[in-house]
């Protein structure tokens, strides 16, 4: 069957059975398999993957006034759950060569906050970190990591999932992802104690008791179960969706490599990325302004990088270490289309129009 007739099957199997709202064997069969899928013992499904940084940043202990690492090069939404515990988010610097955190910043900030509490490390655009420079700093520190693997579900470091290298990970099915429920996440661990406290937080903390009784504050942060099967047939095709990906990657680059002032994403002889999102930066008179408006034109959409969290009006008064590389990242970049759904014409449509801001002959 099709990833959609696994769909239809699994989402029938909720009406079926009257289990629309969260909880269901949907809930209990995608968690299950996604934990197998990615080799991780115990997972928990839930409505978003910012749901899941805010329940994994209270799963290792974070309270207010405590001090939290995190990437300045990522989307707000890997930071906004260290406010909702009204901790303090320290933004790292990226490494060049992954675009992720730097460890040379992330040394540094532990010599001006020693007392850290938490590292949150992203995989962005489906590019694995250095996890084994950070894992160690975090272990000689004795800090917890969170991994926010949202746009790198199947990218693999060294052999291993994304993910499942930190304390805990999350991942995010939104409806831009590689695979999605159209909105959800998973939060992961090897630490079963921490995936129980999350499913009892994310169904309001209720006690086991007869009668609704709640003795500590809970949300309302479980995945449905319609929603669970979609992403159980979507989780059938992630090995497709990660061909294709890459297929995209590979043709932009063979098209446009040659041309003056580009460069692609790095991809390290260590890491296997998803390809999530195929990005480039801009060296030269061609800014990527000068690309996004000329596609845009064309009716197709294409993004800066993200625009760094220590740059934000919201997180400017937060502190910042390490040496602008995110900045420059952010200025150089394009994130150029990337779905899967993209046939040989799309592409081909979206190099010509780069082309021609070169001057170059046109495929």
């Known amino acids: 069957m099709s990833d959609e007739e696994f769909e239809r099957q699994y989402i029938q199997e909720a009406f079926d059975t009257n289990w629309i709202a969260p909880l269901g064997s949907n809930v209990n069969a995608f968690e299950s398999e996604f934990a197998s899928k990615i080799g991780v013992k115990s997972a928990a499904a839930l409505s978003s993957g910012t749901a899941a940084i805010h329940l994994a940043l209270k799963a290792i202990g974070i309270k207010k006034g405590d001090i939290v690492f995190c990437p300045s090069l990522t989307f707000a939404a890997t930071a906004n759950p260290i406010i909702y515990e009204n901790a303090i988010p320290v933004f790292i610097d990226s490494d060049e060569n992954t675009w992720n955190m730097c460890p040379f910043a992330l040394e540094e900030a532990f010599q001006k906050y020693p007392n850290v509490k938490a590292i949150i490390v992203v995989h962005l655009y489906g590019l694995a970190a250095n996890m084994d420079q950070i ?69 309001q903390a209720k006690d086991p008791a007869r009668y609704y009784q709640h003795s500590e504050l809970g949300y309302n942060y479980r995945m449905s179960n319609v929603l669970a099967g979609i992403g159980r047939g979507q989780l059938k095709v992630l090995n497709e969706r990660i061909e294709k990906k890459k297929a995209i990657f590979e043709f932009y680059k063979s098209a446009l490599s040659e041309l003056e002032g580009i460069n692609f994403m790095p991809i390290n002889k260590w890491n296997e990325p998803n390809h999530w999102l195929s990005c480039i930066t801009l060296h030269g008179k061609i800014k990527p302004i000068d690309v996004i408006e000329a596609l845009e034109k064309e009716n197709i959409e294409s993004r800066h990088i993200w625009k760094p969290l220590h740059l934000q009006p919201f997180f400017q008064n937060y502190d910042f270490i390490g040496k602008g590389v995110s900045i420059k990242l952010f200025e150089s970049g394009v994130c150029l289309p990337s779905d899967t759904k993209m046939t040989d014409i799309d592409m081909c449509r979206v190099v010509n129009v780069v082309k021609k801001l070169w001057g170059e002959h046109q495929i």
């Open 135 to 203: 894992m160690k700093i975090a272990k000689k520190k004795n800090v917890r990591v969170i991994e926010d693997a949202a746009e790198s579900l199947g990218t693999l470091y060294k052999g291993q999932q994304t993910g499942t290298i930190g304390d805990i990970g999350v991942f995010s099915f939104n409806g831009n992802k590689i695979i999605t429920t159209s909105g959800g996440g998973m939060l992961v661990s090897n630490q079963k104690e921490h995936i129980e406290k999350v499913k009892f937080w994310a169904t």
